[in-house]
């Protein structure tokens, strides 16, 4: 490489220098926790707690309440909290709120025995991860307010690297809790009893990461100002009560015109990102539900899943996540969101050759490093392609609405995966979920002829 070349790569690493970049760092830390207490490590759990795995499978349907945020992202982005948004402001406020209550829930399942009681669990995790998908509008909104969009990659990857470490301590440190405290060669619910106690005290690192950061200076849009404006002399000639007049206005402008925005400025194209917004992660998430239950029955222990998938595989992603940011720079988002995608499905393929191996720790370490590693280039392309769509006017809940879209049908489809492992096997599953990347490729490759003919201005 020249010493022009390497200068370059060198500009591009100091992105992550820039304060407000290294800031999402904890912020990160913050989001990534509640996810695997109510999805993997639960699922571990619950197998362990001689639940079935079409059980399993359904029960990860608890992560539809990630799909469904949208539905309440105009309140978290126009609605004020009593007192809350008053001292803390409004992305502040609701960051608080949903850490709180997240909290409170996984203290909740902590003292709940999914043998006793599992409906009483999936209550607790249900209000795990509305909180938690409450959370992430808040801060999505934050992260995209926070900073121009060329310096979006750099804080997606900062953003996963900070929620990587959170998922080891929710995944392995758990795990590795749970097995130090466990004396019984059968199940036994106190020890996780005591490890999600554990985590519910960590969510303290968000809540003290909350009230010490600053709001994002964001002036009020005049696009929303004029939105309304366009509201009221509409519904002026309805001739209702000022008071009706005035919730309408603002329910148009909470509930319509974020997405009324995003259609005026994409055209024709909006149903093409859509479509790949919905697609993007298909391989990941679908495969992801039976990963936990896939290491049980090959016979792995709580020890070498928690070292190797929950450590060493969590810092791989954090590698990957970074790559991906570097590479945004340098080769732009859709180039790099089409590679994660050819790497995401095609990595998926080794986990058949793992399952025909059976209990063998080292092809472990090689297929958790190679599928961890382009998970983590594809979520930094994907975020940042995710955070230039948005409009600053409407950010919590246009991000809301593509981060729905994108889990939407994966956890959907993902919710089956118990039974078809059950039906096929292993080997055949995990094959499947990397025929399902392929139609992924080929939205890539359309958004990006579709987007570089916009910015030639030409038609696609």
């Known amino acids: 490489m020249t010493s022009t070349g390497f200068s370059s ?38 197998r362990e ?37 008053r001292f803390l402001g409004r992305r502040r406020a609701w960051l608080l709120l ?43 909104a934050y992260r995209i307010e926070a900073v121009a969009v060329e310096l979006q990659g750099a804080m997606a990857a900062t953003y996963q690297a900070g929620y990587r470490i959170a998922m080891i301590l929710a995944s392995a440190g758990v795990l590795w809790i749970a097995a130090t405290i466990d004396v019984s060669t059968t199940y036994d619910h106190a020890p996780w ?18 009230l010490i950061i600053r709001e994002p200076d964001v002036p009020y849009s005049r696009l929303i100002s004029d939105n309304e404006k366009i509201a009221q002399l509409a519904i002026a000639h309805w001739n209702l009560h000022p008071r009706i007049n005035n919730i309408l206005v603002w329910l148009y402008g909470a509930l319509i015109a974020p997405f009324r925005d995003f259609i005026v400025r994409h055209g024709k194209q909006a149903l093409l990102i859509l479509g790949l917004i919905a697609i993007y992660r298909i391989s990941d998430v679908v495969m992801g539900v039976m990963s936990n239950p896939f290491y049980v029955d090959m016979g792995y222990s709580k020890e070498e899943v928690a070292t190797i998938s929950k450590v060493y595989g969590v810092i791989m992603t954090i590698a990957g996540a970074a790559i991906g940011g570097v590479l945004t720079v340098k080769i732009g988002i859709m180039r790099t969101l089409f590679l994660g995608a050819v790497l995401s499905a095609a990595t998926n393929l080794l986990f058949v050759w793992l399952a025909g191996r059976g209990h063998d720790v080292s092809a472990l370490v090689f297929t958790i490093s190679a599928d961890n590693l382009s998970a983590g280039i594809a979520s930094s392309a994907f975020i940042a392609y ?4 948005t409009n600053s006017a409407y950010s919590a809940t246009q991000y809301a609405l593509f981060s729905s879209v994108m889990l939407l049908l994966p956890k959907f489809i993902a919710g089956f995966s118990g039974q078809f492992v059950d039906a096929y ?25 579709a987007k570089f003919a916009t910015s030639t201005g030409s038609s696609p």
Not at 31 to 46: D, K, Q, R
């Open 9 to 46: 790569w060198l500009q591009a690493l100091r992105v992550y220098t820039h304060p407000r970049v290294l800031g999402m760092l904890s912020l990160g830390f913050s989001a990534g926790l509640p996810l695997l207490l109510i999805m993997g490590t639960l699922s571990f759990w619950l």
């Open 49 to 85: 707690a001689g639940i079935d795995r079409t059980t399993i499978g359904h029960l990860s349907w608890i992560g539809l309440a990630y799909s469904f945020k949208w539905l309440w992202s105009p309140l978290v982005d126009r609605l004020p909290l009593p007192l809350l948004t």
């Open 98 to 140: 949903s850490q709180i209550i997240i909290a409170a829930a996984l203290v909740g399942m902590a003292f709940t025995d999914p043998v006793v009681s599992l409906t009483q669990l999936v209550f607790f995790a249900l209000a795990v991860a509305f909180a938690s998908a409450t959370q992430d509008i808040a801060l999505d």
């Open 193 to 210: 009893r005591f490890a999600y106690l554990v985590m519910a005290a960590t969510m303290a690192v968000g809540i003290i990461t909350t």
């Open 386 to 389: 995710l955070s230039g769509l």
């Open 425 to 449: 096997g292993y080997e055949n599953f995990f094959i499947v979920t990397a025929l399902l990347g392929f139609p992924v490729l080929i939205l890539v490759w359309l958004a990006g002829q």
